[in-house]
């Protein structure tokens, strides 16, 4: 069954940058996470779309979860968006309502600062540039020893916004290697996992055949989010359903393999820059290890999930 585990959910805001499988990963976190709160970041698109945009899925789930917006550009880096893959509005393909008001706050780094200083245990999850999540680490190191972990959708054996960087790592390099050197547990769902958790053209009539409003306009998201992929692969059957992965790594860890292994972010290279270094050598003496590398999905359960979770809310 998919249905949430008895066990405590986990505790955590949700980082994203909405985002078509951001969209996503906010329905399987309100399901299956005890969601304290939602923060985005610029990313997919600039940030008050990516604001909009989950004010407007948090709405669609009339769910009480405060929205608080963060970076609007990067440490570092010139701001470079995905508009390629999301369309102008970050989120194109469906008919989507105004958002119900304005965010909570405009202070994210603040939010997640306090959330967890509240209490231990907290988790975070990024599911675009890490630029918050790295604010929030500087601002108050005493974080790294107060939280559960870091789960984040970035990076891989591959890239896609260049030959070896993935978006997320790729449009805050600085931001990303601050996050990957902070000491903590970090949990890394890289693209060798996300391309081969993808929105076939069958998971997505079987998200429209769900009854309610909610389920016809993922349909549609995910419609326009694989038509993007495949027009441009020659390998994708529907666009790799990235972003929820970090949060099933949490909620149904029984549904992926993983191992562990030191992952460094390249910042300098000409051809690298924003790489997950990820040391695969099978050394006796091998670096330490600072990340649990999340490696495959059992696909067809992981879908069940997010169809579950969708039809919980959609009416
Ligand atoms: O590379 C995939 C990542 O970039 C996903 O998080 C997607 O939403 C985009 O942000
Ligand atoms: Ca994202």
């Not at 027009?231 to 992965?245: K, M, T």
Request: proline residues 8%; hydrophobic residues 40%.
């Amino acid at each position: 069954m998919s249905t949430p585990s008895p066990t405590p959910p986990p505790r955590l805001p949700l980082d994203c940058d909405p985002g078509h499988d951001d969209a996503i990963a906010i329905v399987v976190a309100a399901r299956h996470t005890d969601l304290l709160g939602i923060t985005t970041v610029a990313g997919n698109a600039p940030l008050e779309r990516t604001t909009r945009n989950a004010i407007i899925i948090r709405d669609l789930l009339g769910i009480d979860v405060p929205v608080h917006t963060g970076a609007a550009r990067p440490l570092v880096a010139e701001p470079k968006h995905a508009d390629y893959v999301h369309g102008e509005s970050g989120m194109d393909g469906a008919d989507l309502p105004e958002p119900s008001g304005p965010p909570a706050s405009t202070d994210a780094v603040g939010f997640i600062i306090d959330t967890c200083r509240a209490e231990e245990g907290v988790w975070l999850v990024p599911t675009g540039p890490l630029t918050n999540i790295a604010l929030a680490l500087r601002a108050a190191p005493d974080l790294a020893d107060r939280i559960a972990g870091i789960s984040l959708m970035g990076g891989g054996t591959f890239g896609n916004r260049t030959a070896t960087a993935e978006f997320n790592i790729w449009a805050d390099p600085e931001a990303a290697a601050a996050v990957f050197e902070y000491g903590g547990p970090l949990v890394m769902c890289g693209l060798q996992l996300t391309h081969t958790f993808q929105a076939t053209p069958e998971r997505i009539q079987r998200v429209r055949d769900i009854p309610g409003r909610l389920a016809g306009v993922l349909a549609d998201l995910f419609e326009f989010f694989s038509g993007t992929y495949v027009s441009r692969h020659d390998n994708l059957r529907g666009a790799p359903v990235h972003d929820p992965c970090a949060v099933l790594a949490l909620t149904h860890p029984q549904l992926f393999e993983t191992y562990e292994a030191h992952v460094a972010v390249e910042t300098r290279g000409r051809h690298t820059r924003g790489m997950t270094v990820i040391d695969q050598r099978r050394l006796l003496e091998r670096p330490t290890s600072n990340c649990t590398v999340v490696d495959r999905i059992d696909a067809d359960a992981g879908f069940a999930v997010i169809d579950e979770a969708i039809a919980h809310f959609s009416r």
